[in-house]
Nanobody, 129 residues
Framework: QLQLVESGGGQVQPGRSLRLSCVAS????????IGWFRQAPGKEREIIAV???????????YVQEPLWGRFSISKDDAQDTVYLQMDSLKPEDTAVYSC???????????????????WGRGTQVTVSS
């Protein structure tokens, strides 16, 4: 059974960096994309970044435009791990960050959270001085 486990969250001061990891394990790892999402208290879950995994889009990445220059996504296939690098963190980045996978093929920039069917439990990121 597929499992997704996030790690790397914590509390940091504004302006600092964090790198989150999402490790996939188990069978049924034929998903076509994996994404990072976040949900702040009282807000809807939002998509942060997606990276492709199919033969059509393997390694191609998309990051939501407001986060360009601060957030990036990458993957290490040998480790079945996807990373979210977050730089210049701001208090408004405080949220629970989760990874999820999809078996639905789509243009990376058109994905929405509802396209992703299997989720990790998330890791808390708190940006505060």
């Amino acid at each position: 059974q597929l499992q997704l486990v996030e790690s790397g969250g914590g509390q940091v001061q504004p302006g600092r960096s964090l790198r989150l990891s999402c490790v996939a394990s188990g069978v049924s790892r034929d998903y076509v994309a994996i994404g990072w999402f976040r949900q702040a208290p009282g807000k809807e879950r939002e998509i942060i970044a997606v990276i492709g995994r199919s033969h059509m889009n393997n390694g191609r990445a998309y990051v939501q435009e407001p986060l360009w220059g601060r957030f990036s996504i990458s993957k290490d296939d040998a480790q079945d791990t996807v990373y979210l690098q977050m730089d210049s963190l701001k208090p408004e980045d405080t949220a629970v960050y989760s990874c999820a996978v999809t078996w639905f093929s789509h243009d990376l920039h058109r994905y929405s959270p509802t396209d992703f069917r299997f989720w990790g439990r998330g890791t808390q990121v708190t940006v505060s001085s």
